[in-house]
Structures are given as C-alpha cells and as structure tokens.
C-alpha cells in the first residue's frame, strides 16, 4: 500500500503558570521527509521556545556500549533457545539469516535485546527513516538555532527500562515481534501517516489505537514500566520547571503514545490542577 505522508503533523498542547509557558508536542521517533514543514502551529511553538525538552538528545546521545552490552546479555547458564518456543525460534533463525547473521551468535542475549535488533530491521523494509524523526527534526534545528536543550531521560534509564521486565513479559514481546514481523513495516507506515494526519478525527483515533495495541502485545507489566512510570516522573520534571517561574517558553517533544494513553503526560498535568489547552 502507498501511503500519502504528506501532512501537517501530530498533537500539540499548551499549558501556562504564570509567565511561564510549556508546549508538549506528540511525536514518532521515525518520519518521512514529506512529513516537513509541519503545521505552522507548531512551528510557532517551536520558534517560540527558549527550551527543547526531548525524551533523549538523539543528536548527541552519551551511550554506554560497554554497559548495555552487559544489561543485554543473560546471566549464566540461561540463552534465548531455553526461554523461546521451538516455533518463534525457527522463525527468527529464518529473520537472521536473511541478514547474514546466525542465531548462535545471539544465544546469549536476552529477548529485549533481540527484539530491539529485529526492531532495526522492520524500520529498515519501512517508508519511514529515524534520520527523518521528528525529535530528531527539531533537535538539529535547536542546535543551529542556539537553544537549550535538556532531556527528560538518558539513554541509560531508557536501557533499564527495557532490561527490568520480567523474563515472560520480554519473551511475550519477542514471541509477537517474531511472529508478526512480516507486518510490521506497514504498521510503522500506518503510524507515520495516521501522526502526520493526526488532526483528522480519524486519523488521530487510528495512531491512539496503534500506540495502544503495541503496549497490549504483552501484559500489565509493560505498560507500567513503558508508559506509566516514565509519564509521571518526566511529569514530576516539567511541573518543576512550570513552578520555577523562569517567564521562558518550552518545547516538549515526546512520543505520541505519552500523550494519549493514560495515565499520560497531559492527564497527569490536569491531577496537578492545570489547565491543559490542545493547540493543534
């Protein structure tokens, strides 16, 4: 299927305390170089900032290889061909091998990591590029403009996140991957179109689905740890600097799925009492 991603791009709030003012703009982290200019809306808010809060800089990310090599890896005596069904590991020999790679090579590593692999992979047979993403469009253009900008997580906390889920709820998500694969390329192409679509109704309620059936493709424990906890301490940050009066503007720029499902970061600012305006 072609996907028209020629479009004004995705969700946009406004909430104020004072003088001081933060936009928090929903985003995909992969994109299309149609997707640009976005809707001037939100190019107004992006000019308007003092501030670019992403989730991480990708721009200058620090990454440990050292560190999230040693978080990836089992502990001894466990590999990935005790813990995955002879079904899913047939399948993901096969995914492997396309790409020149052997399975004997990534015994060692749990499934959280493999599905980040194969997640490359799906984003590679995608319409949609990470050189083209969105955070990564506004953080360049911060960089050449001069603006501050501070993240609300590091790439570490993001690594821990996906290497504390329990080994069922890591399989459960692999299993899926594994066993969706072949579909996942156009997911991602419906993602980008219903984002930079998103101001239709039926657009916007398709990426709400979307981003909500892939923190159902394994249990409870994923959403909490995914979503949940990461919206209520990147919440904890931004109301610190909504309090702090500085009279500057911010641009927040996170993923789409942190500003739809709940707890989310928007209906965590309404608990906290703000008034929370949709701009775009």
Do not use: C
């Not at 301490?233 to 610190?240: F, I, R, S």
Request: net charge negative.
């Amino acid at each position: 299927m072609t996907y028209d991603y020629d479009g004004n791009g995705g969700l946009l709030w406004k909430i104020v305390n004072g003088e001081t003012t933060l936009y928090v703009q929903g985003i995909i982290h992969v994109g299309h170089e149609d997707f640009y200019p976005l809707a001037n809306a939100i190019e107004e808010a992006y000019d308007s900032a003092n501030v670019i809060l992403p989730e991480i800089n990708v721009v200058e990310p620090e990454v440990n290889a050292e560190e999230i090599n040693k978080l990836a890896l089992f502990s001894e005596g466990m590999t990935l061909d005790k813990v995955l069904s002879p079904k899913s590991l047939k399948k993901l020999s096969g995914i492997l091998e396309a790409q020149e790679l052997s399975l004997e090579n990534f015994n060692k590593y749990q499934p959280w990591y493999i599905e980040s692999i194969l997640g490359a992979f799906i984003r590679e047979k995608s319409d949609l590029r990470p050189e083209y993403g969105v955070d990564l469009y506004f953080l360049k253009r911060a960089l050449e403009d001069g603006k501050e900008i501070i993240e609300l997580e590091t790439v570490e906390d993001q690594y821990n996140v996906f290497s504390s889920y329990n080994l069922d709820t890591q399989v459960k998500m692999l299993e899926h991957t594994i066993q969706t694969f072949e579909q996942q390329a156009d997911w991602i192409n419906q993602l980008g179109y219903s984002w930079v679509h998103s101001n239709s109704s039926s657009s916007k309620e398709e990426l709400i689905n979307i981003v909500t059936n892939d923190l159902n493709r394994a249990d409870d424990e994923y959403q909490k740890e995914m979503n949940d906890t990461r919206n209520i301490n990147m919440v904890n940050k931004l109301d610190e600097i909504l309090q702090s009066e500085s009279r500057q503007t911010y641009f927040v720029i996170v993923g789409s799925g942190h500003t739809v499902i709940d707890p989310s970061i928007l209906s965590e600012f309404r608990e906290k009492g703000y008034n929370v305006k949709s701009i775009y």
